[in-house]
């Protein structure tokens, strides 16, 4: 994995230079200091180019699995909201939710037990009440 940066040693320590902005937190993590005068990241102490450039490495690998990892599991969470928005279940939790949050803005909503037919054209039927459908004037928004 090639990451652009450039890793020179002194005796010193190990400095970090290139465009190294999008990885300062790696680098943190690994514990590199700032060096604003020099605008690199330095390492302190006896460790070897190669050691510190190997551990940089590593930790990129890990980050990248990890953002895999997250990106899986949102993909997963989407997925199950979407089957339990169109459960039964769902749709009712929706239908309290709404009218919970506000009335005013779902009054086309008659109550508790209506099942809405479109969200966007506001259309329900509530067989507890008697309307097979019940819509309210539609101005797009």
Same mark, same amino acid.
């Given at each position: 994995?090639?990451?652009?940066? @450039?890793?020179?040693?002194?005796?010193?320590? $190990?400095? %970090?230079?290139? $465009?190294?902005? =999008?990885? !300062?937190?790696?680098? !943190? *993590?690994?514990?590199?200091?700032?060096?604003?005068?020099?605008?690199?990241?330095?390492?302190?102490?006896?460790?070897? %180019?190669?050691? $510190? /450039?190997?551990?940089?490495?590593?930790?990129?690998?890990? %980050?990248?699995?990890?953002?895999?990892?997250?990106?899986?599991?949102?993909r997963a969470e989407e997925k199950a909201k979407k089957l339990w928005d169109?459960?039964?279940?769902?749709?009712?939790? *929706? %239908?309290? +939710?709404?009218l919970r949050t506000d009335r005013s803005k779902y009054s086309w909503i #008659? #109550? +508790?037990?209506?099942? @809405?037919?479109?969200?966007?054209?506001?259309? #329900?039927? #509530?067989?507890? =009440?008697?309307? /097979?459908? *019940?819509? =309210?004037?539609?101005?797009?928004?």
């Amino acid at each position: 994995m090639s990451s652009g940066l @450039v890793f020179t040693g002194n005796d010193d320590g $190990v400095y %970090v230079s290139g $465009v190294t902005f =999008h990885y !300062k937190d790696e680098l !943190k *993590r690994l514990g590199a200091k700032w060096n604003p005068e020099k605008k690199l990241w330095w390492f302190s102490g006896a460790q070897s %180019v190669e050691t $510190v /450039r190997s551990s940089f490495e590593e930790l990129l690998k890990e %980050v990248v699995e990890n953002i895999k990892k997250r990106k899986i599991q949102i993909r997963a969470e989407e997925k199950a909201k979407k089957l339990w928005d169109a459960s039964p279940e769902g749709k009712k939790a *929706r %239908v309290l +939710e709404a009218l919970r949050t506000d009335r005013s803005k779902y009054s086309w909503i #008659c #109550c +508790e037990e209506s099942e @809405v037919i479109d969200w966007n054209k506001m259309v #329900c039927s #509530c067989d507890t =009440h008697g309307f /097979r459908v *019940r819509s =309210h004037a539609w101005n797009g928004t």
